[in-house]
């Protein structure tokens, strides 16, 4: 028995549709030139931007009034007031005082400015050798009355 092996079925391709035959082109009929028209005038850049909503008016700003408890003229105990002085002062101005003491005698630490080195007056102030600029002004709030 023998088999005879069947040829693969080729695939048909497809039909091409017969071309249908090119028509004619209509001869172009002559139109009779328009004379020219003459150019527009230049319209302006651009229509007029959307005006702005108006600015609502802002009310004036209200003077910060500082808070009392910090303009209290407090009196400095006798180790602050070898530096700040003798008089009652604010909170406030006691801190300024000593931060110009402080920069005068150039007590900053050169490598961490948030650093003071302490002098034998602010010692008396810090209890210790060098304090944060942060706890300083804790510091200081020990001694005014």
């Known amino acids: 028995m023998a088999t005879a092996k069947k040829a693969p079925a080729k695939k048909a391709a497809p039909t091409k549709k017969a071309a249908a035959p090119a028509k004619k082109a209509a001869p172009a009929k002559k139109v009779a030139a328009a004379p020219a028209k003459k150019a527009a005038p230049a319209k302006k850049a651009a229509a007029p931007a959307k005006k702005a909503a108006p600015a609502k008016k802002a009310a004036p700003a209200k003077k910060r009034t500082p808070n ?10 006798a180790a602050l007031a070898a530096i700040v002085g003798n008089s009652p002062l604010p909170r406030t ?36 050798a060098q304090a944060s600029m942060f706890e300083m002004t804790k510091m200081i709030n020990e001694h005014l009355k």
């Open 68 to 77: 009392a408890a910090f303009m209290k003229a407090m009196t400095p105990s």
């Open 93 to 128: 101005e006691v801190t300024k005082q000593v931060w110009a003491y402080i920069k005068k005698n150039k007590l900053q630490d050169e490598v961490n400015r948030r650093m003071i080195n302490a002098d034998a007056k602010l010692k008396e102030i810090f209890k210790k």
